[in-house]
């Protein structure tokens, strides 16, 4: 069995959302489907969620209004039947109708999660009936259903394997089960979600459940690239990568995946392929156990990074003081990404800035603080250790003209992090494509 997802832009459009239909159509065997909501919808339920948890009832009807003209031409024109048109219009009306019985009722968090699980619910349910009217065999696969978080939001794996397994059973004499990404329930039962971009984490978590043959991610470029096609202009789609080095480019910054999605695939061994829509006989990013090694695959960049050195001549010798530096940053819930040690201070970095300033009070007992804001991490994945050697002097060969502010090499097999000013991101990230890639032509 195989997983499809594909996101928002992928269903945006009725003629999009046509063309996945043929696609499936063309692929032979099980899947299950899973989409997102349209795009731009789950953005719109939060602005409403927030007008009507701020009691701003004028604009949040005024949003409702918008989005339901939007989604009343979408059905007319995904539709080509007078019958299957009155249908849609009939969809359309009843979740419309169900955003404004939610705005009129006393409106708290559990309504806002009620009516942002809405957006995965109508593209889903307008999905299955085009596949209808074009006669194509399908069924439709709730999520609410088998999908679950426990009490600290992590997805219950083997619970939802063992709902899914037999809900697929019933429902399988068909080959496309469509479902909905992102939406799920939670420990008391009500209706939750995966939280933003998780679409991409429901396609792996029933990947995994099931254990399928592969898990595919459809968006609308041509896999993962090598570096930010946003800044630097000569990229390329990687062929491979193994779990690990797409964690951390997701984690780093490559927005093509949701960071927890490689989890329940890596868990389970189901390899994860990266798919373009625009372009479907191109090959993708193929992730798995096996990834290709022996070259720098990629680099990614987070932004909003902070720096914190302590200094202190305390730190000379002495055992101990590492321990009372995390655990300032641990008392006030703050996940450090890089370390950085000398004899006599210590650099990290994070990326929330809530306890900023409690931290800075508690840290000053140990030493002089220094605080860096602005900052940007690159990540350069691949395997460097065994398989590169003069990875390391290409790099800094490639930033010689590039202020550093911290390194991190030897955490893992394959990462080198370097911390510079945000100012200097763009042409790092071009220098160094030149300097670690051979560009295919
Ligand atoms: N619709 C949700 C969002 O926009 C989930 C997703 O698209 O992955 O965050
Ligand atoms: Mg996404």
């Known amino acids: 069995m195989l997983v499809l997802k594909f996101g928002g832009t992928s ?17 032979s065997g099980k899947k299950v489907v899973v989409l997102s909501a349209l795009s731009g919808t789950t953005n719109t339920l939060v602005r409403i969620g927030d007008h009507l948890l701020a009691k701003g009832t004028d604009a949040a009807e005024r949003e409702i209004v918008t989005l339901e003209k939007h989604y009343e031409a979408f059905a007319t024109d995904l539709f080509s039947s007078q019958a299957y048109r009155a249908i849609g219009q009939e969809i359309v009306g009843r979740y419309f109708s169900l955003f404004r019985l939610l705005a009129a009722g006393r409106f708290d968090e559990r309504s806002y999660r009620e009516l942002l699980a809405q957006g995965e619910l109508i593209s889903t349910e307008l999905f ?17 259903h ?31 089960l469509v479902t909905q990404g992102y939406i799920c329930r939670n420990h008391r039962n009500e209706i939750d979600n995966l939280r933003r971009g998780g679409s991409d984490y429901t396609a792996s978590l029933i990947g995994a459940a099931i254990k399928a043959a592969e898990i595919q ?9 090598n570096n930010d096609p946003r800044i630097v202009k000569k990229t390329f789609p990687i062929a491979e990568l193994t779990f690990d080095e797409a964690s951390e480019l997701a984690y780093f910054g490559a927005k093509i995946l949701h960071p927890s999605t490689i989890v329940p695939a890596q868990k389970m061994g189901v390899p994860v392929r990266l798919k373009n829509t625009m372009d479907e006989k191109a090959a993708g990013t193929l992730i798995s156990n096996k990834g290709s090694r022996g070259q720098v695959k990629a680099i990614a960049a987070k932004d909003g990074i902070t720096a914190v050195r ?19 940053f641990e008392k006030y819930k703050t996940s450090i990404d890089m370390v950085s040690t000398s004899e006599v201070a210590v650099s990290v970095t994070i990326d929330d800035l809530q306890a900023l300033s409690n931290i800075e009070e508690e840290l000053r007992a140990l030493g ?11 990540c350069i994945v691949g395997n460097m250790i065994a398989e590169k050697p003069d990875a390391l002097k290409l790099v800094f060969d490639s930033l010689s003209s590039v202020p550093i502010r911290m390194v991190c090499f030897g955490g893992s ?10 100012r200097h991101k763009d042409k790092a990230l071009n220098l160094l494509n030149e300097g670690l890639f051979t560009i295919p032509r």
């Open 310 to 328: 302590v200094k202190s001549s305390r730190m000379l010798l002495a055992y101990g003081f590492l321990r009372k530096v995390f655990e300032v």
């Open 11 to 27: 269903v945006g459009r009725p003629e999009r959302m046509r063309k996945i239909a043929d696609l499936l159509f063309e692929t």
């Open 413 to 422: 097999h394959n990462n080198i992090s370097i911390l510079l000013d945000t």
């Open 128 to 144: 299955y009936h085009h596949l209808q009217e074009r006669k194509i065999a399908s069924k439709l696969l709730p999520a609410l």
């Open 368 to 378: 002089t603080i220094e605080v860096d804001k602005d900052q940007t991490i690159i």
């Open 146 to 176: 088998f999908m679950s978080i426990d009490e600290n939001q992590e997805p219950e794996l083997e619970k939802i394997s063992e709902r899914l397994r037999p809900l697929i059973q019933t429902l399988g004499n068909v080959d496309i």
């Open 217 to 225: 991610i459809w968006t609308d470029i041509d896999g993962m690239h």
